[in-house]
């Protein structure tokens, strides 16, 4: 009799053990499943973005292009006045000489949303920062046909006044 009561209560602990096993593993399965269904990939750029980026291909080999780049990538804070987390905000296009060493423009390419107030505030804080770091920003709009020889016409001219501006400046220096 006492060996049936030893294993009558052997069963119901193994009978707990398991099931708490198995309440544990079914916890971490609802668990993984309620973090995979917070997050999904999303595409690099919107279908406006990746359009726009095929004409700025076009540049290439001469510049580098790199699309949606952060801002904290390519400007360093030197400065304690406001939190280094502004510069944490995504640029669409980066253009650079084809070694990567120096940006030469960056580029937003606008749709509707950058109407909205909230939006609004950071396109100012984006140009403030670019201006801050002398770094020029072109806007470009997506309510607008942006023809291919249009957009790399204005690119060049701009990355073309940017170099003589440079180019100017170390001859004032060579003739001082």
Known sequence: MKNIIMWII??????????????LV???????QTISRNYKEKPL?????????LKLK??????????????????????????????????????FTSDL???????????????EYQRKKRD???????KDANIPLMTFYTNYPNETQYVLNRILSEINKQSQTVVDQSQVNNQE
């Open 58 to 95: 076009n540049l290439e080999p001469q510049y580098k292009i790199i699309p949606q780049i952060n801002l904290s990538t390519i400007i360093e804070k030197i400065s304690n006045e406001r939190y280094r987390t502004e510069l944490f905000r995504n640029i669409d296009y980066a253009i």
């Open 45 to 53: 750029m919107t279908e406006p973005e990746k359009n726009f980026y």
């Open 26 to 32: 079914n916890k971490q399965r609802a668990n993984s």
């Open 124 to 130: 100012i804080k984006v140009h403030q920062i670019c």
């Open 10 to 23: 052997l069963a119901i602990i193994l009978g707990l053990i398991s099931n708490l096993i198995n309440n």
């Open 101 to 115: 060493s120096k940006v030469l423009l960056l580029i937003e390419l606008n749709d509707s949303t950058h109407k």
